[in-house]
């Protein structure tokens, strides 16, 4: 399996708070995602990172932001947590973004189970 | 955009019944495509994939096939156990440089029961 933990894995807050998820990888790999799991939605990507300081947008980035300082560790930040963002946060790491090999294939988190009351 | 439409779930199947998930996806050029499955309270696993039309991917019994004529991933499965209830997700991920996005499927969720 790969070496993928996040911290927390279950936590409740308030409606206005800040929250900040982390996602800690030991492959060392270059791509690193974040996903929400909602019912009837699948799972859609927040953001995403394609190396140290650089990330990028996907579909449902608004509300949240991210940071990467390392390569092992990729924040998803909730700067005020609101109810819509009740949901499970997956993050997944990937050795390449292109399609060549085993290399564009995602691994994935335990997840974190967030509740915004 | 790209999108992929899965069957709506869901199943339940007797022990070493047949297993059908019908996937289709809609995309430009030639998508890679992948199944995860998602045990109870557990992050997504690989299960199989396929990079290209006629590719077939297998693993733990399970097969898929992409059927580019048909835009079409089903995972099927000849003979399930009570073990392989989980939630089963296909997806995609497109063609081309800066494609780092996958787009899943809504999730079929199986049970089998003894």
């Known amino acids: 399996d790969a070496g993928i933990t996040q911290s927390p894995r279950h936590k409740v807050t308030e409606t206005g708070t800040p929250v900040t998820l982390r996602c800690h990888q030991t492959?060392?790999?270059?791509?690193m995602y974040w996903y929400r799991q909602d019912p009837g939605h699948g799972l859609r990507l927040i953001h995403y990172s394609y190396g140290v300081k650089d990330t990028d947008k996907g579909e449902v980035s608004d509300g949240y932001s991210v940071s990467r300082s390392k390569t092992e560790d990729f924040l998803l930040t909730l700067e005020s947590a609101t109810s819509s963002q009740t949901s499970v946060y997956f993050c997944?790491?990937?050795?390449?973004?292109?399609?060549?090999?085993?290399?564009?294939?995602?691994?994935f988190g335990p997840g974190t189970r967030l509740l915004v009351l | 955009g790209d999108s992929v439409t899965q069957m709506e779930g869901p199943v339940t199947l007797s022990e070493e019944a047949c297993l059908t998930i019908n996937c289709t996806y809609t995309a430009t050029g030639y998508p890679s495509l992948f199944w995860y499955v998602q045990y109870p309270g557990e992050g997504l696993q690989l299960l199989l994939k396929a990079t290209k039309a006629d590719d077939k991917g297998s693993n733990k019994g399970f097969e898929a096939t992409y059927r580019k004529e048909t835009t079409s991933f089903h995972l099927e499965k000849g003979s399930v156990q009570v073990s392989d209830s989980a939630v089963y997700f296909c997806?995609?991920?497109?063609?081309?440089?800066?494609?780092?996005?996958?787009?899943f499927g809504k999730g079929t969720k199986l049970s089998v029961i003894p």
């Open positions: 997806a995609l991920r497109p063609s081309g440089a800066g494609s780092y996005q996958l787009t």
């Open positions: 997944a790491i990937s050795e390449s973004g292109r399609t060549s090999g085993n290399q564009e294939t995602q691994y």
């Open positions: 492959e060392n790999h270059r791509y």
